[in-house]
């Protein structure tokens, strides 16, 4: 009898946290979204952080990122009359209009494209149409001088390709993507570590207090996420898809080499000593890439589906509240040091993106487990 119950107890011991199942992840996204609609439910109100801003600003479309994506496998009709109200509100218009060349504007889009895609409704895509038609016109290609500008524009040309069949678009978006990859800063991507710079201040000779590399874990966060929307938009044999396809083996393989044991990664990826540290929402884009990829097929199971559970387990063990605030958000910057320290309990200075990449990784996660 003694025996047995020893051999039970060392079975307890050594038996791996229980495995979480779709319909319980999808109950956590729910759990952060409304945290989020109730904290904000009048989503045509601007920020006023620092500075009064509309909020069609960046950090808000990167929540209606988010926000389509749990529609797309939650479809619930209140998350569409909230995303209608706030882009009527903005008429259908990028952040500080038609003639705006900044990226950040542009992310809005994104959603605008999404809605006119559901719709069909011309009104969703007239001003997105007119505001890439003018900057394509300019022939310049060096507009994203940082790397976040390719998350937050890059899939809107990919979108616009999808819709009008005009290779002009991805062509403009693939020379864009590649004078950020490979010329801004003599190269942002460094091929040999597999991780991108944040922009031209922390290429080389640039080095952290230990000697390592700069990686700001949300930047490449970014550009994870930005080649799995663009290839999501292109056949699998178009030329571009392959050569995106190739940079997001190269980073995947990078990623997982930086995940931390508890399933987070590092705010600063490679050089913990500065700013190392447990972050939310570079840990949720990657849960997201690296769940794409899985059902994609081209990372292996066996290997990437570990980093996966470990990541999802870290962000609702360790950092989403009983209500759904995220705690070990960064707020916003430009690298590791912005918004330091972080805590479990500390609100960053916006809500939303922070939300919105929560909402991607989860939603592509709960689809990694429905599909499996």
Not at 18 to 33: H, I, P, S
């Amino acid at each position: 009898m003694r025996k047995s119950v020893l051999l039970l107890l060392a079975a307890f011991i050594v038996m791996p946290a229980a495995a979480q199942t779709a319909d319980e992840v999808l109950q956590k996204t729910r759990l952060v979204n409304d945290y989020f609609i109730s904290h904000y439910p009048d989503p045509t109100r601007p920020t006023n952080v620092k500075k009064v801003r509309p909020s069609s600003l960046w950090t808000r479309a990167v929540y209606y990122e988010g926000l389509m994506a749990l529609y797309a496998v939650d479809p619930q009709q209140r998350y569409i009359d909230y995303t209608d109200k706030w882009a009527a509100f903005h008429q259908w218009t990028p952040r500080n209009g038609v003639k705006t060349t900044d990226a950040d504007d542009q992310c809005c889009e994104q959603t605008y494209l999404d809605r006119y895609l559901m719709t069909g409704d011309e009104a969703m895509m007239k001003n997105t149409k007119e505001n890439l038609d003018r900057q394509m016109a300019t022939g310049k290609y060096s507009y994203w001088t940082w790397i976040d500008a390719i998350q937050m524009a890059m899939p809107v040309y990919a979108k616009m390709y999808t819709i009008t069949k005009d290779r002009r678009y991805i062509d403009y978006a693939m020379r864009s993507y590649t004078w950020s990859r490979d010329t801004c800063g003599g190269t942002l991507f460094n091929t040999a570590e597999g991780l991108w710079w944040r922009d031209k201040d922390f290429v080389p000779p640039y080095k952290e207090k230990d000697g390592n590399n700069c990686y700001w874990s949300r930047g490449n966060g970014w550009v994870y996420a930005a080649l799995v929307k663009v290839m999501e938009q292109l056949p699998e044999k178009d030329k571009y898809y392959k050569r995106l396809k190739k940079d997001f083996l190269i980073m995947s393989e990078a990623l997982l080499k930086c995940q931390r044991e508890d399933g987070f990664w590092n705010v600063s990826l490679m050089s913990p000593v500065t700013y190392g540290g447990k972050e939310t929402s570079g840990t949720a884009l990657f849960l997201y890439g690296m769940s794409w990829g899985i059902q994609k097929g081209y990372l292996k199971d066996k290997t990437y589906r570990e980093a996966c559970d470990k990541a999802y387990r870290a962000i609702v063990s360790d950092a989403i509240h009983d209500n759904g605030f995220l705690g070990w958000m960064q707020g916003t910057g430009k690298d590791p040091s912005a918004g330091q320290p972080l805590s479990f309990a500390k609100v960053p200075d916006f809500e939303d993106y922070g939300t919105g990449c929560v909402l991607l990784g989860f939603t592509e996660y709960y689809k990694l487990l429905k599909n499996q």
